[in-house]
């Protein structure tokens, strides 16, 4: 399992608690999507259960290591979502109070992976305390967060917490750059700092979206504009995702109109719609139009399974309220 080189030396930080048998029995993980985060926590666990740990982390040789390799340890269990998006079920966490509660099969230590952590409901968080209060010797729970604000109080306070936000670009981009070549800085700009959706963004053309979003986000300002015919044309893309476009879009152009420098609009592909833009909106009615889609991307990254086609309209009808100046909070 391998670790990106920003986190390089927080994994080394808690490979020398692994190694001094100084590991908390609950890790909590929090962080932005898309910087390697799972990736870090998959290698803790790998060298939580490596039979010869190294000073650089597990061996990789082991008949503990090749098992984590094949995904059949009998003493890693994953715990996800059965479906993208959905939540982790009271039964899932039930099952987890089993594992918690049995001896380890092939070696000293059990290890539950949690991911995300924040996908509980109610039910499901509350089921988890008591694995949390009552560890078995030699069981650690990892758990990954996109927020450790999501979580429970009395599940926080039960674990070790470690806060990770979005990665040093000094780090991030020579290894973006030796992956997506004279692409990479500005991949990183539309990602917003986040190295592996730099990376989906260049396979799946994920420029192309933020080009689509504001080009949408000019026709939303049209005197004769329809927003569902807008918002049709947006329909295609994942929603968490568009709704994070919306936000990217929002935060480059409102930083180039306060500077009053077009070499601050990062996503330059949009420079003459941003141009258009600039003569008939205020950065105010931008700045306040950002946050209401913050708090629509908070929406959308819920379990609450929302209503896509009206996000996308609500989107384009709150930007379209407050540069006209009609938006009713």
Known sequence: MSVYPWHQSLYAGLLSRIKADRFHHALLVSGPEACGLREMVDAVATALLCETLTDSGACGQCRSCQMRRAGTHPDCLIVEPEEVGKQIKIDQIRRLGEFVARTASAGQRKVVILDPADAMNASSANSLLKSLEEPSAGTHLLLRTRSASRLLPTIRSRCETVNAGVPDSALVLPWLREQLGERADMLHAAASGRPL???????????????????SLEQALARDAYIPLTAAALHSYELTELTSAFVQVLIDFQRGLQSGREADWRLAFNLEVYRRLAARVSSQAVAMAGRQAQKTLRQALSTANPNRILLIESLLIDWRSFVTGKFAA
């Open 197 to 215: 959706l730099a990376v989906t963004m260049a396979q799946q053309d994920g420029l192309q979206q933020l080009a689509s979003v504001a080009l």
